[in-house]
């Protein structure tokens, strides 16, 4: 059935439903009150667990490529989709984390201050165009028109590392000057 939507017609869905997904994202993290509360012990560990999902991610889309590469289809494939299930389990920590806990105020000061928020404001803008790419990529895997997968793919994959990466790098440099300011 999925083979049967035209590229037009997907595009446009896809198109759709990542501006759906980025107002959503914007309004829940930006615009909504939280909930202010850490009181559930496994909020506090979520950050870590948002990471770890980013590096598990950047890890299969590496080994995707890899395998591509290789001429290993099915491996390439089975790391695509771990991938995207990676993406999509940290997308749900992400949410559950901004849901109790909020916005996190960096406090650090100095040369690190332009450098954190260099570094979140590329992993904000690219994982904006990460959305309808990864989508667009995996529309074009499933309905097998795979010519159109491979040149999509060739913009996705490092748009994605580079959102997975930078992720770890936000939560790693978070971890750092937000702990020194509490102790």
Known sequence: MIEKISDKAALRYISLLSAAVVAFLFWYIYLRDSSGTTEHGFVNSLPLVNACLN??????????????????????????????????????????????HGDTKFPGQGLIRPVYFFILISHIITSVIALPLIFTTLFFAISKRFDKHKKVAAWTYPVWLYVSITGILVYLVLKHYVVKAVV
């Open 55 to 100: 590096g598990i991610s950047a890890t299969f889309v590496a080994f995707g490529i890899f395998f591509i590469m290789q001429g290993n289809k099915s491996s390439h494939a089975f790391c695509m989709v771990t991938a995207t299930l990676s993406s999509a389990l940290f997308l749900v920590s992400y949410l559950t984390y901004h849901y109790f």
